[in-house]
């Protein structure tokens, strides 16, 4: 291990806040085995009860009609494209009651930039989804989405947000971001919130007591130091506001995409996430990044409405890599007031 390498990682082994330009030294030059066990350290520092959490939600992606045209996105049909669509409302709710069925109450609702759909179909929506489910977790529209649907309809982003909450919104997804780095976002797509609008979203978001997750898709055309610039960012708000419950990163996928290339590795992922951030919301091991408390987790905490065995309820859960390491305790799930699902560690 190179003398700088040790000065940063006995720093944050001492519990001490890293900055930017240390992150970026243990990104770029320490083993991946020395990150594991700083993000685990730090991950255990943060919380010591060694409970993490998860929600069951299903991803529901509305419209794929979009005029950002993002070069990294396979999904995406141009205005008038013949593969273009826009889900109708029953069969939206059929796939609520579906998610329902599978111990779920959370949507996670996204969608392209469809210059058709403005702000009242959104409240046209959400009131009818709150209506019929009225215990539904509306986790909808990320930071792009809503500075597409304010352009659109011509009203400010604070009026937007209010009247996506009144309408049922309950909590913002952190997608969009990709890189918060303008140079980067300018060369990946043409027409998308830029990395202060991102951040301007989450930040009225977090005034109006909403609350947020934070996301970054790595592995394309940016650098470590842009990753690292994004962390940074991230931390600033969370800094600010407190607002972000989780941190989700993920690799960018290549195939069908205009930008092509190829997948980054495992190992960088790896590396990626121990210097931002390793586990779930509820259990952040952060050397750089983020620090939500048990009371803002809580409430994004899974919804199992009747005893089942660990075995149905890991089945219809996230596949989250964490999961290796840890032992499911015996018996039926116990379901709390909060719903949750909690797995105690016992390694
Ligand atoms: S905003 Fe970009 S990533 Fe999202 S659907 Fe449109 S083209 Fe795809």
């Known amino acids: 291990m190179s003398a700088r390498v040790e000065a940063v990682a006995s720093k944050a082994l001492g519990g001490e806040r890293i900055s930017a330009d240390e992150a970026l030294v ?25 409970v993490v959490t998860y929600i069951i939600d299903r991803n529901v992606n509305y419209t794929n009609v979009c005029n950002a045209f993002c070069t990294f996105c396979a999904f995406y049909r141009p205005p008038h494209h013949d593969e273009g669509y826009v889900l109708s409302f029953e069969t939206i709710e059929k796939k609520v009651q579906e998610t329902y069925e599978l111990g779920g109450n959370q949507i996670l609702l996204q969608g392209g930039h469809n210059p058709e759909l403005k702000i009242e179909y959104y409240e046209d929506l959400f009131r009818r989804l709150k209506t019929r489910f009225p215990d539904l977790w509306l986790h909808a529209l990320s930071p792009p989405e809503i500075v597409h649907i304010h352009k659109v309809s011509r009203i400010t982003i604070p009026e937007t947000l209010e009247r996506l909450r009144a309408a049922g919104l309950a909590s913002l997804p952190g997608g969009g971001a990709e890189i918060l780095v303008d140079s980067v976002r300018k060369r990946m797509m043409k027409n998308k919130a830029s990395s202060d ?151």
């Not at 320490?30 to 991950?43: E, K, S």
């Not at 994004?230 to 972000?244: E, I, N, V």
């Not at 219809?316 to 719903?339: C, E, M, N």
Request: hydrophobic content about 40%; aromatic content about 6%.
């Open 197 to 347: 609008e991102w951040l301007g979203v989450m930040e009225e978001a977090h005034r109006q007591g909403l609350r947020s997750t934070a996301t970054m898709m790595f592995g394309h055309i940016e650098t470590r130091a842009d990753r690292i610039e994004h962390l940074a960012k991230l931390r600033g708000l969370q800094d600010r506001t407190g607002g972000f419950t989780a941190f989700i990163g993920w690799t960018f996928q290549p195939g069908h995409t205009e930008m092509g290339g190829t997948e980054a590795t495992t190992v960088e992922y790896l590396r990626t996430m121990a210097v931002g951030m390793g586990g779930t919301a509820a259990t952040p091991a952060a050397l750089l990044l983020l620090n939500p408390t048990e009371e803002e987790c809580e409430f994004k905490l899974p919804s199992f409405t009747e005893s089942a065995s660990w075995d149905v309820v890991i089945d219809t859960a996230h596949p989250i890599g964490i999961l290796s390491g840890f032992r499911l305790p015996a018996g039926p799930v116990k379901v709390g007031p909060y719903q949750a699902l909690a797995m105690k560690r016992v390694s």
């Open 26 to 50: 243990l990104l770029e030059r320490a083993d991946l085995v020395t990150l594991g066990a700083l993000a685990d350290l730090a991950r255990r520092r943060l919380h010591p009860d060694r």
